[in-house]
């Protein structure tokens, strides 16, 4: 795994000297392409090797300029960055990472617009696409290439289009894997702040009704005590008046025996 995440930047470094080689870069105003992408292993390792990440995947076409492509692929691969970014919270290192691939994506897209009116359009097959993470940032790989070997004598002269093609076995993004420690929800540093919210007001609504079930238990068992109690005391009443009723009697019984015996 480490191997393949360091070959992504090795393509992408190698192809930082390119345009040195073939002719002018495309970007006037400067390489939008940072050493953040260096970080791109680290994030890799982060997410589960069988995680779904969704993206419109555009294929290149022979005989067509990157450039026409990078027109396609560049706000498409922003647009899935910014549902990757939403999974993180703000203050990890992941959502550091993804925010600044994403201006890297926002400086290429500025050196790419223009404002032409074309004539023809050059077709590219577009289909909605789950990709694992390796597969995801190889292709973010393959923009990065294709925008450093673009050439400002290599524009665009067609309006790039997407044919839409719906793959046959379309998913949806999974958050499940083998490897739970490792993606949001189970480690803290990739929780979002919702998520805590959630889980304190579950915490919040579960304390309060285990309290007033306790608070309720209690006082029935104060109550049930108190009435046994009662109970009890009149019962040794009513033992201890029948008991003083009894020895009056005998003490009556036993003086008239007396006055009996006496005449």
């Known amino acids: 795994m480490k191997e393949a995440n360091t070959f992504i930047n090795s393509v992408i470094y190698l ?3 390119l345009p040195n080689i073939f002719g002018g870069p495309i970007c006037k105003t400067g390489n939008p392409v940072t050493d953040d992408i260096k970080r791109i292993d680290e994030l890799v390792g982060n997410l589960p090797s069988d995680y779904k990440i969704q993206i419109k995947y555009i294929s290149k076409v022979p005989n067509v300029t990157d450039t026409c492509w990078l027109h396609l692929t560049v706000p498409e691969m922003s647009f899935s960055l910014d549902g990757l970014l939403e999974k993180f919270a703000k203050n990890s290192s992941n959502y550091l990472i993804i925010e600044n691939l994403h201006r890297i994506l926002d400086g290429i897209h500025n050196c790419l617009s223009d404002d032409k009116d074309y004539q023809e359009e050059s077709e590219f097959n577009c289909e909605k696409s789950n990709l694992e993470p390796k597969q995801y940032f190889n292709y973010f790989s393959e923009i990065i290439t294709a925008f450093q070997s673009a050439e400002d004598t290599n524009p665009c002269d067609a309006a790039a289009v997407c ?3 719906e793959p046959p076995d379309a998913e949806q993004p999974t958050l ?3 490897d739970p420690g490792s993606f949001k929800g189970y480690c803290t540093d990739h929780i979002a702040p919702s998520d805590y919210v959630f889980v304190i007001g579950i915490s919040i609504v579960c304390t309060v009704i285990i309290t ?6 209690f006082i029935r ?4 005590c108190r009435r046994n109690r009662r109970n009890r005391n009149d019962h040794i009443d009513i033992e201890q008046t029948q008991q003083r009723e009894e020895n009056a009697l005998e003490e009556s019984q036993f003086i008239h025996e007396n006055q ?4």
């Open 15 to 17: 192809h930082l000297f």
């Open 163 to 165: 044919r839409t093609m």
């Open 176 to 178: 499940e894997t083998s």
């Open 212 to 217: 007033v079930f306790f608070t309720c238990l």
């Open 221 to 224: 068992v104060q109550k049930n």
């Open 260 to 263: 009996d015996s006496l005449t």
